[in-house]
């Protein structure tokens, strides 16, 4: 399938730029030349089903693996040869969180922020008690790491994100292993992170955490970006060309003839009922047409797509859309 491409914002700036970008492990491909943009200060979702290449993508976008070729830029950066410049403007959580298990929540940012050439020790406990705040375990800093909950681990490495103020935070299935409560205040610090003006990219294989939380999408499926864009725009395009009609009447057979006569496609009678994909077809002629012919109208709905519906179109497969 090839790539398709929403309309964008028209930003002239990207806080991530790939061209070309393809990872190869032996024969097998696990990115395979992808074109992604995020646009600077968007939240962008970067969805897809578990194996779809997001990761390997985050992994060579942060340098931390070498892509087999294509080039990448990162704030203005390129990458890897301006890595010292970029990293240090960049938070990540990615492949879920490794700390050292018997010390403390609080310690274990210690450690990490000390380790940190560009911190400043002076500010070192202010700034890691308030991440530990921001994330909602600050209560649960002296605890071991080890007695964590895998929802507390994720915060923690979020935490760790957040220690010093930050241009793009770059964040892997941020809400593994959370409660329906964390995975709200999730939401909720990504909107303000973004209201702060950090560029975020959400890294994700639901659906309903990107619909909610985010402002732009890339949508991954076999290592293949299969479009990208503002969200907005993937809702407006699909209500425009995949609404369904749904005419209720007892001339079944009768009304699927008008529908499409009218010019509705992939028309299907059922038991009292008759749905169609309207297409291009104006919504007003249709139930003139159906009066015409003397088809009764019972009832009239026009059904539009989820966004579940559009990346079934997309990839032909479902993705997970629990929280």
């Given at each position: 399938m090839s790539t398709q491409t929403v309309r964008t914002d028209g930003a002239t700036t990207a806080a991530v730029r790939t061209a070309g970008l393809t990872k190869r492990f032996r024969n097998q491909t696990a990115v395979g030349g992808i074109d992604l943009e995020v646009p600077t200060g968007a939240v962008y979702g970067f969805l897809g089903p578990n194996g779809s290449g997001k990761t390997t993508t985050i992994r060579m976008l942060l340098s931390l693996i070498a892509p087999t070729s294509g080039t990448i830029e990162l704030l203005g950066e390129p990458m890897p040869a301006g890595s010292a410049r970029a990293l240090r403007r960049v938070g990540a959580l990615v492949e879920g969180p490794a700390f050292h298990p018997y010390l403390s929540g609080r310690a274990n940012l210690a450690r990490l922020d000390a380790a940190d050439p560009h911190s400043d020790s002076r500010t070192a406990p202010a700034r890691i008690d308030a991440a530990l705040d921001r994330v909602g375990l600050l209560p649960a800093a002296t605890k071991r790491y080890r007695a964590y909950s895998l929802g507390m681990r994720q915060r923690l490495a979020i935490a760790n994100a957040l220690l010093v103020p930050r241009d793009l935070l770059v964040l892997d299935e941020p809400t593994n292993g959370l409660d329906p409560q964390g995975t709200r205040e999730v939401r909720h610090l990504v909107g303000e992170l973004a209201t702060e003006g950090t560029t975020v990219l959400v890294s994700s294989h639901l659906l309903s955490e990107v619909d909610q939380m985010c402002s732009h999408v890339g949508v991954m499926f076999e290592g293949r970006l299969l479009m990208q864009g503002l969200l907005s725009d993937l809702h407006t395009e699909a209500n425009r060309t995949a609404q369904t009609v749904r005419v209720d009447t007892d001339r079944v057979e009768d009304a699927a003839a008008v529908l499409r006569t009218v010019g509705l496609t992939?028309?299907?009678?059922?038991?009292?009922?008759?749905?169609?994909?309207?297409?291009?077809?104006?919504?007003?002629?249709?139930?003139?047409?159906?009066?015409?012919?003397?088809?009764?109208?019972?009832?009239?709905?026009?059904?539009?797509?989820?966004?579940?519906?559009?990346?079934?179109?997309?990839?032909?497969?479902?993705?997970?859309?629990?929280?």
């Open positions: 992939d028309v299907r009678p059922g038991v009292g009922h008759v749905t169609g994909l309207l297409g291009e077809v104006a919504i007003e002629k249709v139930v003139p047409e159906l009066v015409n012919d003397g088809v009764p109208v019972l009832g009239f709905a026009v059904l539009r797509p989820s966004l579940e519906d559009v990346f079934v179109s997309l990839t032909g497969e479902g993705f997970d859309v629990s929280g």
